[in-house]
């Protein structure tokens, strides 16, 4: 069986409600999603995905239904997207790395796309005018390396003896020199030297780790990017076996024995896309549906983690977290 076979039953399957009934019940609008984020981070993208749907009145199972196509590769995505366009689906839910969303608009010109990911979608060709999308594709444009310059200064005040910070990039992300730009720039003004560790599978996530270990990197930034989501438990676990404090976008990271995050809230976020899917699937069009950013932003910490590597959380940082872990 091909991997994306294997990729397509899975992701029919991550969501638990029944969808055998469905050739007893009348015809509804089926919503295709295509996450660049894996199986397991698919599931918690549609939960938060259907929350939004629900404030529009649809619930999956009963007026709306849900296909799942859901890749870590990048490149599988152009076929999974085929895939839906092929079942006419009402809507995609483009979601992860914006490879995602690039995959849908290049199979269809008419299936309305709502995105959600942490790109420029004016930049890498998704819209035309953030307040005016144009055409058939809109949504959410989360922050990542925008928040290159927060990060850094939670790291400053975590870890202030560190002057080199290692940041982990996927160089397979449509994004990725604009993200290693963005921290650049942020780390000159905070004085920090900056080194790059490209990681796109497995191997080289520990390769990373390790020659940052090698290179005394006082600390390690995580980007945005949906390969990373899912392997945060190993991110950690590398994080851990090399004592490199570790810095990540989205909470997932620290609930699974990362030592910090600070980013969107992307469960909102998800929620915010889903309203977007529910208005279209009313009549709006994509064209007149602005593309939004997050406006929810989050500081977690993990204390177990950071005694583990010998760290004391200053005050000053535990009193603004929005969740400590312990």
């Given at each position: 069986?091909?991997?994306?076979?294997?990729?397509?039953?899975?992701?029919?399957?991550?969501?638990?409600?029944?969808?055998?009934?469905?050739?007893?019940?009348?015809?509804?609008?089926?919503?295709?999603i295509l996450s660049?984020?894996?199986?397991?981070?698919?599931?918690?993208?549609v939960?938060?995905?259907l929350?939004?749907?629900?404030?529009?009145g649809?619930?999956?199972?009963?007026?709306?239904?849900?296909e799942?196509?859901?890749?870590?590769?990048?490149?599988?995505?152009?076929?999974l997207?085929?895939?839906?366009?092929?079942?006419?689906?009402?809507?995609i839910?483009?979601?992860?790395?914006?490879?995602?969303?690039?995959?849908?608009k290049?199979?269809?010109?008419?299936?309305?796309?709502v995105f959600?990911?942490?790109?420029?979608?004016?930049?890498?060709?998704?819209?035309?005018?953030?307040?005016?999308?144009?055409?058939?594709?809109?949504?959410?444009?989360?922050?990542?390396?925008?928040?290159?310059?927060?990060?850094?200064?939670l790291?400053?005040?975590?870890?202030p003896?560190?002057?080199?910070?290692?940041?982990?990039?996927?160089?397979?992300?449509?994004?990725?020199?604009?993200?290693?730009?963005?921290i650049?720039?942020?780390a000159r003004?905070?004085?920090?030297?900056?080194?790059?560790?490209?990681?796109?599978?497995?191997?080289?996530?520990?390769?990373a780790?390790?020659?940052?270990?090698?290179?005394r990197?006082?600390?390690?930034?995580?980007?945005?990017?949906?390969f990373?989501v899912?392997?945060?438990?190993?991110l950690?676990?590398?994080a851990?076996?090399?004592?490199?404090?570790?810095?990540?976008?989205?909470?997932?990271?620290?609930?699974?024995?990362?030592?910090?995050?600070?980013?969107?809230?992307?469960?909102?976020?998800?929620?915010?896309?889903?309203?977007?899917?529910g208005r279209?699937?009313q009549g709006?069009?994509?064209?007149?549906?602005?593309?939004?950013?997050?406006?929810?932003?989050?500081?977690?910490?993990?204390?177990?983690?950071?005694?583990?590597?010998g760290?004391?959380?200053?005050?000053?940082?535990l009193a603004?977290?929005?969740?400590?872990?312990?």
């Open positions: 069986m091909r991997r994306r076979d294997v990729v397509r039953l899975l992701g029919s399957a991550a969501v638990l409600w029944p969808r055998g009934a469905r050739a007893q019940q009348a015809p509804v609008p089926v919503i295709g660049a984020s894996g199986q397991k981070r698919a599931a918690s993208q939960s938060g995905f929350k939004g749907l629900n404030e529009l649809y619930a999956e199972g009963r007026n709306v239904a849900v799942i196509r859901a890749t870590d590769a990048y490149d599988h995505l152009p076929g997207a085929a895939e839906l366009v092929g079942q006419r689906v009402a809507l839910f483009a979601v992860g790395a914006v490879n995602s969303a690039q995959a849908a290049a199979a269809t010109t008419t299936i309305p796309i959600a990911n942490g790109s420029d979608p004016v930049m890498n060709g998704l819209v035309t005018s953030m307040s005016h999308p144009d055409g058939n594709v809109t949504g959410i444009a989360l922050l990542a390396g925008e928040l290159a310059a927060k990060r850094l200064e790291l400053r005040e975590l870890i003896q560190a002057s080199t910070i290692g940041v982990l990039v996927n160089p397979t992300n449509a994004r990725r020199e604009i993200d290693e730009r963005e650049q720039a942020a003004i905070k004085g920090y030297d900056i080194v790059i560790f490209p990681a796109a599978n497995r191997a080289d996530l520990d390769i780790f390790a020659t940052a270990a090698q290179q990197a006082g600390a390690c930034l995580v980007t945005g990017d949906a990373f899912g392997h945060y438990g190993e950690a676990a590398l851990a076996r090399y004592q490199i404090p570790t810095s990540y976008p989205s909470r997932e990271a620290v609930e699974v024995g990362g030592l910090m995050s600070y980013g969107d809230d992307r469960q909102d976020s998800f929620r915010q896309a889903g309203i977007y899917a279209i699937l709006t069009k994509p064209a007149d549906l602005p593309v939004l950013q997050p406006t929810k932003f989050e500081l977690i910490i993990n204390l177990k983690t950071a005694k583990a590597l760290l004391d959380i200053p005050p000053t940082l603004i977290a929005d969740d400590v872990i312990e």
